[in-house]
């Protein structure tokens, strides 16, 4: 797939689900920790030992604070597909840095590989060294590679950043249209309106969505008994949290995919209030032609509340 950003596609995937992020790479973390209280984003490059040494493909530094106080730094290394560039002796060095920086964190660093391929061939998973029986060096890290896990076991995961990631896994031909299903309805479900509409994109990309199967899944959603979720979505993280044009955007969607819309008859919307708006997330779920629907906004632009 030429001319995609990797790195930034993986980077901003990390950055607005960091929460569920930890919870997927290291649970056990909140398990034993508690709660979180606070995230920061430290500097996101590592320094370099050389200025000739090539930066990171990606380098996420997630400093996690939690309800007692304990801090732990997770970080997160994706290296754009390609193991051959990995160096687990680099790595180390990066670790120190970071040890070093934030010495009253636990360090995690984590690899994420993301090719969709068997490998002949490992990477190295940790490094010891060794005088006797004394224990001079150990060192290892976070292994994540994606499609080493079936996607079908995850179909019933309440983690968004599991479910946008369920097309770099493991799946058979004949899965590919329910992965695609799980990805979509699941990040429907679980995340905000606009991250919905933003990673649907990651989606497509990663399985390789034709515009056909992208409206097939869209259908789906609109028919299905999730779709009662439209008004609560709109409701609690579209307008409540000032994102009315990512909720316009997702309802003028769903409204033309229905109805085979044009840009006129979408124009209708204009004008109608954020309460309207929830209103006509609900309505439109029980209404079988757009002539319904332009009759409820002439009401309501009429000051008509049924």
Same mark, same amino acid.
């Given at each position: 797939?030429? !001319?995609?950003?990797? =790195?930034?596609?993986? +980077? !901003? ?9 930890? /919870?997927?790479?290291?649970?056990? $973390?909140?398990?034993?920790?508690? %709660?979180?209280?606070? &995230? ?16 990171? $493909?990606? =380098?996420?530094? *997630? ?21 051959? +560039? ?8 990066? $670790? ?9 964190? *636990? ?16 990477? %190295? ?33 309440? !983690? ?12 058979? %031909? ?5 992965? *695609? ?9 679980? $995340? ?16 390789? &969505? ?22 609560? *979505? ?8 000032? #994102? ?12 033309? +995919?229905?109805?085979?819309?044009? /840009?006129? /008859? ?6 109608? #209030? ?33």
């Amino acid at each position: 797939m030429p !001319n995609i950003s990797h =790195d930034q596609n993986f +980077k !901003n995937l990390v950055l607005d689900f960091p929460v569920e992020t930890l /919870q997927w790479v290291l649970p056990e $973390a909140i398990e034993r920790l508690g %709660p979180v209280e606070k &995230v920061e984003f430290t500097r996101q490059e590592p320094k370099k030992r050389k200025l000739s040494d090539s930066h990171l $493909a990606l =380098d996420v530094p *997630i400093l996690f604070t939690f309800r007692g106080g304990q801090k732990l730094l997770l970080w997160l290394l994706e290296f754009q597909e390609d193991k051959a +560039k990995f160096s687990i002796y680099k790595l180390l060095h990066y $670790a120190a840095d970071e040890m070093e920086a934030h010495p009253d964190a *636990i360090v995690a660093p984590t690899v994420i590989f993301t090719d969709r391929r068997r490998w002949r061939k490992d990477v %190295p998973r940790n490094l010891e060294s060794r005088l006797g029986d004394r224990l001079l060096l150990h060192f290892k890290y976070i292994f994540l590679k994606l499609f080493d896990y079936d996607a079908r076991d995850f179909f019933e995961t309440r !983690n968004p950043v599991v479910k946008i990631l369920l097309p770099k896994m493991n799946y058979a %031909p004949e899965e590919r249209w329910e992965v *695609i299903r799980q990805a979509y309805i699941g990040l429907f479900e679980l $995340a905000s309106i606009q991250l919905f509409l933003k990673y649907t994109d990651f989606i497509d990309i990663y399985a390789e &969505v034709s515009e056909h199967e992208r409206e097939r899944v869209i259908d789906e959603i609109q028919d299905r008994e999730e779709t009662v979720m439209i008004k609560q *979505i709109l409701m609690e993280e579209g307008w409540k949290e000032g #994102r009315q044009e990512a909720s316009f955007s997702l309802l003028s969607r769903l409204l033309t +995919k229905k109805f085979q819309l044009s /840009q006129d /008859q979408i124009g209708m919307l204009d004008g109608l #209030r954020p309460e309207d708006m929830f209103d006509l997330g609900e309505f439109m779920l029980e209404c079988d032609s757009f002539e319904e629907i332009e009759k409820w906004i002439q009401r309501r632009k009429a000051g008509n509340l049924s």
